[in-house]
T-cell receptor
Framework: DAGVTQSPTHLIKTRGQHVTLRCSPI?????VSWYQQVLGQGPQFIFQ???????GRGNFPDRFSARQFPNYSSELNVNALLLGDSALYLC????????????FGSGTQLSVL | KNEVEQSPQNLTAQEGEFITINCSYS?????LHWLQQHPGGGIVSLFM???GKKKHGRLIATINIQEKHSSLHITASHPRDSAVYIC??????????????FGKGTHLIIQP
């Protein structure tokens, strides 16, 4: 079985641009969560989705948005990119998103120039 | 908001040594995760705990809910254990509504 897949693996954008990151969960998993990890720091929670509904949102500006599709894959969108958005963006999936083991993708490394 | 503190931040040890990494949090939780992150970014979930102790191979994780503290132990450490170990907690407010709060990680190097 495939694990959690994220695309693209690396991305370079310039300030002010928009970016879309994609995540496909493990088959059968209905919950997807997104995290931002700045170099040298622990990840920070951005969003969680379950059954296509937003279940939680971290302390990120409205430039960050996400959605989950009927096949449970998910997109993270970031508008008006800032230099500070440069980070590793991680996606994790789980069966229901409650207190259960998480499975992480390898991440998308975003560089904003 | 939960504050998660890990110690030590960096740890270098010799192969075979017993390793302990600590995690403290400030607010009651529903679950605590121990994660392993290798260079390149990939994160692997090692344990999820809500009470007591879990063991998997050479890894042992314990949690003391009253003291708001968890430890990750590695017995007979090996150079392949070199990685960043991250503690993450989920609050009691239920479901995933508050996501996970992560520590900054412990950078472990095991020398041959």
């Amino acid at each position: 079985d495939a694990g959690v897949t994220q695309s693209p693996t690396h991305l370079i954008k310039t300030r002010g641009q928009h970016v879309t990151l994609r995540c496909s969960p493990i088959s059968g998993h209905k919950s997807v969560s997104w995290y931002q990890q700045v170099l040298g720091q622990g990840p920070q929670f951005i969003f969680q989705y379950y059954e296509k509904e937003e279940r939680g949102r971290g302390n990120f500006p409205d430039r960050f948005s996400a959605r989950q599709f009927p096949n449970y894959s998910s997109e993270l969108n970031v508008n008006a990119l800032l230099l500070g958005d440069s980070a590793l963006y991680l996606c994790a999936s789980s069966l229901t998103g409650y207190t259960e083991k998480l499975f992480f993708g390898s991440g998308t490394q975003l560089s904003v120039l | 908001k939960n504050e998660v503190e890990q110690s030590p931040q960096n740890l270098t040890a010799q192969e075979g040594e017993f390793i302990t990494i600590n995690c403290s949090y400030s607010v009651g939780i529903s679950a605590l995760h121990w994660l392993q992150q290798h260079p390149g970014g990939g994160i692997v979930s090692l344990f999820m705990l809500s009470s007591g102790k879990k063991k998997h191979g050479r890894l042992i994780a314990t949690i003391n809910i009253q003291e708001k503290h968890s430890s990750l132990h590695i017995t007979a450490s090996h150079p392949r254990d070199s990685a960043v170990y991250i503690c993450a907690v989920r609050g009691r407010s239920g479901g995933g509504a508050d996501g996970l709060t992560f520590g900054k990680g412990t950078h472990l190097i095991i020398q041959p």
